[in-house]
């Protein structure tokens, strides 16, 4: 690192630097995948040294994590509020459209490598990211109850959490962005038709 490159990290601090720090570490992720990611490159990519970043993050794993509930929280928007259950569903899943099947590319091809070293699945790596984020289908849910738009005869945590598995899925085995078309029928023909059926609104 030159001197000049060194001033400027000496310059930044607190959450500007570990923004800086959490934003490289996602672009050397996307960009060449875990196997990849070390410390030298985050910091070369930061404009940093490797101390800087071992006294935030332990490992690379750690810093995985990190990086990707960054990466969620600058992409993260306003829960829908469109006043229907069917609105508020299909703009969640129009706006995790724009952001998400980044994520999955991520998560399916270049975190193979991770899985294999920390021994987690996907699943226990997304529980993790997610264990302490609001879950948005639940507020979306519970909303379409208290308008009387759907009973809770069929509301179950699994039914709930359908539309963004579904999505999940597609974006898992496509790595592209989801046609509207996909969208809509996962909206109108799969998950409203589960959640109506009993319902007496």
Do not use: C
Request: net charge neutral; charged share 25%.
């Amino acid at each position: 690192m030159d001197l000049e490159t060194e001033s400027i990290a000496r310059r930044r601090r607190g959450r500007e630097l570990e923004d800086a720090l959490l934003d490289a570490a996602w672009a050397q992720m996307v960009s060449g995948g875990y196997g990849a990611f070390t410390f030298d490159a985050v910091a070369e990519r930061a404009g940093t040294s490797k101390p800087v970043i071992y006294r935030r993050w332990q490992n690379r794993q750690e810093l995985v994590v990190a990086a990707i509930k960054h990466f969620l929280t600058r992409t993260s928007q306003p829960i829908p509020d469109t006043g229907s259950l069917r609105g508020d569903v299909l703009a969640l899943l129009t706006q995790a459209n724009e952001t998400r099947s980044t994520i999955a590319a991520v998560i399916s091809v270049q975190l193979a490598a991770y899985h294999q070293e920390s021994g987690t699945t996907p699943a226990e790596l997304r529980e993790q990211i997610l264990r302490d984020r609001t879950l948005v289908m639940e507020t979306i849910v519970r909303r379409a109850i208290e308008r009387g738009e759907i009973s809770t005869a069929r509301v179950t945590p699994r039914i709930i959490a359908l539309p963004l598995d579904l999505f999940r899925h597609e974006a898992l085995m496509t790595l592209k962005a989801i046609p509207a078309e996909t969208m809509i029928e996962i909206v109108d023909t799969i998950f409203l038709p589960l959640i109506n059926q009993g319902s007496t609104p």
